[in-house]
């Protein structure tokens, strides 16, 4: 296969053409496998889509995408290594001209698992509400408290009434927790409420559950489909463009910022400190720094940093103390972890979900900087006020963009599992709504390039200076 792409630089000079010209490589193209019913079952049947019977919608030419619409992984090149590098294909999400399930036959559950998150409440609201007036189906329910509860309670039903409001309020009203996979009995509870369209709505640790779920429905060669809707409010699910939510949080990060701003400038040599969520990715800090243009340093999972010595944190604060008289500091949650002095216990200690379990930086920070002013301006005022803002954050309702984001999401999950696809996840790629291989999702991450554009910008709007020298990383005496 060759590829050929059509190139107009924007500008003319020595060694750069000035029209348009065609570059012919061979492409390496990789379309990525979306798992299908009829890969494991010998029989699936297929049926018209009841789209085409709505009264609401009139599908017309191009309305239903097929098995050849893709969605690229890259769409920057360079054109130099362009036959060199590997290209992978998505499929498209949206709703396709053959079905697998009629709406009569639907047994679909919905459940929200992990921590909470703007939007959760949105796409349960649209899983049944897209199930219910787009494809007819009246058989929805709601499994509570996470991956527990599809065998310790009994499943709640839901229709449109029910839910009509859910998207105006924050959290999940399914309730949700971590841990409780326990993986036979989620599948035999599966079984024996007779589902045939799961949607599992979750961060990383919820997405390979779903592998696991996927690979065991699929073992027991059950007509089950398994969709998942990705949820991180850190944005670090990689391959997809963002998780739902995170906008949210970034807009409900300004109100902690702006007021670590006002305490610090309303006190001497007044110093702001926020910890924002970020366990691994600093998205969350690094947005909420340059949207807000009052923070004057930002610090991230990705970057080490060290406190005392030349070029240290603490120089700088100082520094910009005696410039401006106060400071106001951003850390995402997972910053400077290999600095807090912990036990051998703490070390290997893990929540339900199994991951490692952080110390709070924040005020450890706090009391870092006051050690440090002490112990070199001992006469003079210095002020430390510390916001944590994470629960109000993650609690708030979705705003209006993620409120769009979380239905399209929705109802892209649905449009793939009527088809008969499953283990996969519904997200956007380059812009485009596509289908994700669950086991894919569950093990990408999308931490923060602190090598491109966007953390040069944040170091040019704080002026802050790279802390990642290792050598001094620990606390000098």
């Known amino acids: 296969m060759a590829a050929r792409v059509a190139i107009k630089p924007l500008t003319v000079g020595p060694g750069v ?9 061979p492409a390496q193209v990789r379309i990525q496998a979306l798992p299908h019913l009829g890969d494991y079952l010998e029989e699936v049947a297929s049926f018209p889509n009841p789209l085409l019977q709505n009264k609401y919608i ?7 995408v097929t098995e050849s619409d893709m969605v690229m992984e890259n769409i920057a090149v ?3 290594t362009l036959g060199k590098e590997m290209q992978r294909l998505y499929h498209r999400a949206g709703p396709r001209s053959k079905v697998c399930f009629t709406p009569d036959e639907v047994r679909a559950a919905v459940i929200t698992c992990g921590g909470l998150c703007p939007g959760l409440n949105t796409v349960i609201r649209e899983i049944v509400d897209g199930l219910w007036f787009q494809y007819g189906v009246r058989d929805i329910k709601g499994i509570r408290s996470g991956y527990r509860g599809f065998y310790s309670s009994e499943p709640v039903v839901l229709n449109p009434k029910l839910v009509h409001n859910w998207h105006k309020k924050g959290g999940t009203v399914l309730e949700s927790s971590r841990g409780g996979f326990d993986l036979h009995k989620i599948v035999d509870a599966i079984e024996a409420h007779g589902f045939n369209q799961v949607y599992i709505i979750g ?7 779903a592998v696991n779920i996927f690979e065991e429905v699929k073992r027991r060669k059950l007509r089950v489909s398994i ?3 990705p949820k991180t409010v850190d944005n670090d699910i990689g391959i997809i463009d963002r998780s739902f939510g995170f906008q949210t949080a970034v807009e409900a990060s300004q109100n902690a910022v702006n007021a670590a701003h006002v305490e610090a400038k309303s006190a001497t040599n007044g110093v702001g400190v926020v910890k924002l969520m970020g366990r691994n990715a600093g998205h969350i800090a690094l947005h909420a720094t340059l949207s807000s243009r009052d923070v004057d340093c930002c610090l991230i999972p990705e970057i080490s940093f060290y406190l005392e010595g030349e070029g240290g944190l603490f120089e700088f604060v100082e520094q910009r103390l005696a410039e401006n008289g106060h400071l106001v500091l951003v850390v995402a949650e997972g910053a400077g972890q290999e600095l807090i002095p912990r036990s051998p216990d703490e ?12 110390l709070d930086v924040g005020p450890w920070l706090c009391n870092e900087l006051k050690q440090w002013w002490k112990k070199h301006h001992p006469n003079e005022l210095f002020t430390v006020k510390y916001i944590d803002p994470t629960y109000m954050v993650r609690a708030v309702p979705a705003n209006a963009t993620d409120n769009l984001y979380c239905t399209l999401l929705a109802h892209s999950a649905i449009h793939g599992v009527m088809a008969g696809y499953t283990g996969f996840v519904s997200g956007i790629i380059n812009g485009t709504y596509a ?3 669950v086991d894919q999702v569950a093990s990408a991450q999308h931490f923060v390039d602190v090598n491109d554009h966007k953390w040069a910008w944040m170091r040019s709007v704080t002026n802050q200076p790279d802390f990642s020298r290792i050598t ?6």
């Open 203 to 209: 961060g990383d640790g919820t997405m390979r559950g």
């Open 347 to 358: 070390k290997e200690k893990r929540d339900e979900s199994g991951n490692p379990v952080f």
């Open 58 to 64: 009139h599908p017309g030419e191009g309305f239903f």
């Open 472 to 477: 001094n990383s620990v606390k000098k005496d």
């Open 17 to 25: 053409l000035s029209d348009e010209f065609t570059i012919s490589s």
């Open 227 to 229: 969709a998942g809707v």
């Open 78 to 80: 360079e054109t130099q």
């Open 435 to 437: 289908y994700i291989p």
